[in-house]
């Protein structure tokens, strides 16, 4: 791993005669409103023209500003500026009559822009990195879309905005002042303007987003200019960490109601109440005892006929999680001396703090670890091998070209995963505190719905766990639930997407051929699921009401789905993206790129694979045959996924997801400016 990194940083050197020596330009276009109740509070925006390009339909990108004390009101102190980044996007399909669905990815630290660019939004970005492509399945075709990066100091949102330089000889990084003369980028020197990367100017924990996020939702939905639905309705869709995110921003919404209708809440400003509808998580990561059962299995014996790891390896993950003092034990400490010491869990007591931290680092190093050190596989793929270049990483180039920061109207540069929110979030522990399976319950009981849906090729928060979840949460439905039996998912007239098991308000699908991130592997399935949870129609078929004069549609088929197995998949063309080195490119790529032997263009690293899937983009290909087959041999052995065969995907969805169809861009290549999270080497997402 040392070795790896140390290329990595000398990769970056090589990145540098590709990249210019340029902040982001200064925002223009962009419209300021002052809030009615405070004037200190501000929500600016402009309307964009890039990624949707339906015509007719309109979007929206900004900040809604929050000054420092403004979570005081309810307890958490911020004496930073909260800037939160946003981009909705009206519906294709009848706007004022369309409900709303917040979108945020998890991490924590990760940016909703993954979301909105490889998964389930307008569009898809071209191999160019400059360039994109309409999505026939996007989800705001028949719902208004809001993607938010949050916490702050996550992606675009910032407390903030510092000029600052690294230097990658000595490892020094710079916080440049005022009154500094800007250096010039060169061999040594990164430049960029990020958030502060002060740890305690951002959320500590799930807890304390939740308030924060709350207050942007009050400015935004009573102030923003551009949205008036006739249809009030709101739901949260999220994925990942989102598994936390999603049970406690809700549940704190619907206590913020109920505070607001009971009289018991009267501050000036903040009496909207938001009219919940639907909680959708996507292999969520929701709560750590219950789930971290899944990882031996899923490592071991799962339905892809997969052993990632050998009969002793698998013995060891046991061990650490049910031994005497191990994984499930130390979990049970952490939350035994929260309930008493942190109710709240926003981490006000350094012993709870460190209890519960420990408690996360050995069962992630050994539980979850020996999947990593020993599989060889994918963290969020298990039917592919590392390095796996999908979803296509084209959106981290295209975030950072001049004239997308420009359309945004957005001063800073993106990142994907924020260190400094992690490491808030991590400092606590939140990872293993109590409540989410709780939340669900108070959700189910208040009348939201509650949507689970998990690929069954994940590692990360593997299908395993969600089932698991979805059968511990304790509401006046449970046992119903658990009777209802899996039905398979009728994604159209030709395919069958998935099972799942659902009683009225709350489903749990299991997808097939998905990994960690279902709407870039199945769209339409993942699409089809959404929109049936949203309008109240069975996730199986779409064409039942999930309430009829009062009795709950429940259901009917397997008691589980163990025995439906599936082929993995063929092992995809290995590309290395320059910009995600981490998760895309083998050892051997980046040893001849350091020797001087690779060409790249437009980050693509020009090999005989490359050429194969973007000819557009980087020509007919500048590698020796040999050469590329010697980095395909080292990540792809040919029929070792357990049985000795490579399966194939029942074609009925259409693809594994959005096809690598590059529009070719003629123009000059516009310059992108190295992202500074490559140079600190946190490259990778963030490991839930």
């Known amino acids: 791993m040392r070795s790896f990194i140390a290329k990595t940083a000398c990769w970056v050197l090589l990145l540098l005669p590709l990249a210019t020596a340029q902040f982001p330009p200064e925002p223009e276009g962009v419209k300021v409103l002052r809030s009615k109740f405070d004037n200190n509070v501000t929500i600016s925006y402009k309307e964009t023209e890039i990624c949707e390009t339906t015509p007719g339909v309109h979007s929206y990108s900004g900040y809604v500003t929050l000054p420092p004390g403004s979570l005081a009101d309810l307890g958490e102190e911020n004496d930073y500026e909260i800037n939160t980044f946003f981009w909705f996007f009206e519906s294709r399909q009848d706007p004022s009559n369309a409900p709303l669905s917040i979108w945020m990815n998890g991490g924590p630290g990760s940016s909703s822009m993954l979301g909105l660019f490889v998964e389930n939004g307008p569009c898809y970005v071209n191999p160019d990195s400059n360039s994109t492509y309409l999505s026939e399945w996007s989800w705001n075709n028949e719902v208004n879309m809001l993607y938010l990066d949050q916490p702050v100091q996550v992606g675009l949102s910032y407390d903030s905005l510092q000029n600052i330089t690294t230097n990658l000889v000595t490892g020094d990084i710079t916080l440049l002042n005022d009154t500094d003369t800007v250096p010039e980028q060169n061999a040594t020197f990164l430049i960029g303007t990020y958030p502060s990367q002060d740890s305690n100017q951002t959320s500590l924990g799930t807890e304390n987003a939740a308030i924060s996020l709350w207050h942007f939702a009050q400015a935004w939905f009573q102030e923003f200019p551009d949205y008036h639905p006739n249809d009030s309705r709101v739901s949260i869709a999220t994925e990942s960490y989102g598994g936390r995110y999603g049970p406690a921003f809700a549940a704190f919404f619907e206590e913020q109601n109920q505070r607001i209708e009971n009289g018991s809440w009267t501050v000036e400003g903040e009496q909207y109440i938001i009219n919940l509808d639907t909680l959708m998580i996507i292999n969520g990561c929701i709560d750590r005892p219950t789930q971290w059962p899944g990882y031996p299995m899923m490592a071991y014996n799962n339905t892809y006929g997969i052993e990632a790891v ?87 180039g295209y975030l950072n070209q001049p004239h997308v920061q420009a359309a945004l109207g957005v001063p800073l540069n993106w990142t994907q995963s924020s260190g400094t929110v992690s490491s808030a979030f991590r400092s606590i522990g939140d990872y293993v505190r109590p409540g989410w399976i709780e939340d669900l319950a108070y959700l189910l009981e208040n009348g939201v719905k509650v949507t689970l849906a998990y690929g069954d090729r994940d590692f990360a928060c593997n299908w395993y766990g969600g089932e698991l979840v979805s059968l511990a949460i304790d509401y006046s439905s449970t046992e119903a639930f658990r009777s209802a039996g899996y039905e398979g998912i009728q994604v159209n007239d030709s395919y069958v997407g998935g099972q799942v098991r659902q009683y009225g308000n709350l489903s749990f699908s299991r997808v097939y051929q998905a990994g960690h991130e279902i709407p870039s592997y199945q769209p339409e399935t993942a699409y089809r699921i959404f929109t049936r949870a949203l309008f109240n129609k069975d996730i199986a078929t779409g064409t039942q009401s999930t309430y009829t004069n009062g009795e709950a549609y429940a259901s009917t088929g397997l008691n589980d789905t163990l025995s439906i197995t599936n082929e993995p998949p063929e092992q995809p063309l290995q590309f290395c993206y320059a910009l995600d080195p981490y998760s895309t490119c083998t050892e051997d790529q980046i040893d001849m790129v350091l020797s001087g032997v690779s060409v790249i263009e437009d980050w693509i690293v020009v090999d005989c694979n490359s050429t194969k899937l973007f000819p557009g983009v980087v020509g007919p290909g500048n590698a020796t045959d040999g050469a590329c087959n010697e980095m ?24 594994l997801g959005p096809t690598f169809t590059p529009t070719p861009y003629t123009g000059a290549a516009e310059a992108v400016q190295v992202p500074l999270w490559i140079a600190m080497v946190s490259m990778g997402m963030v490991l839930l």
């Open 310 to 396: 050998n009969e002793t390896i698998h013995e060891q993950m046991l061990d650490a999680l049910y031994r005497t003092g191990g994984c499930l034990d130390q979990i049970a400490d952490c939350r035994a001396i929260s309930v008493i010491y942190d109710p709240e869990n926003i981490g006000i007591n350094e012993t709870v703090n460190a209890v519960c931290a420990d408690a996360e680092d050995f069962c992630s190093t050994y539980v979850r670890g020996p999947y990593l050190e020993y599989s060889g596989r994918n963290y969020y793929d298990i039917g592919t091998l590392d390095p796996d270049p999908f979803p296509a990483p084209f959106y981290q």
């Open 632 to 655: 395909m041999d080292s990540a792809y052995v040919p029929g070792s996924y357990g049985n000795g065969t490579n399966g194939t995907v029942s074609s009925g969805n259409g693809s």
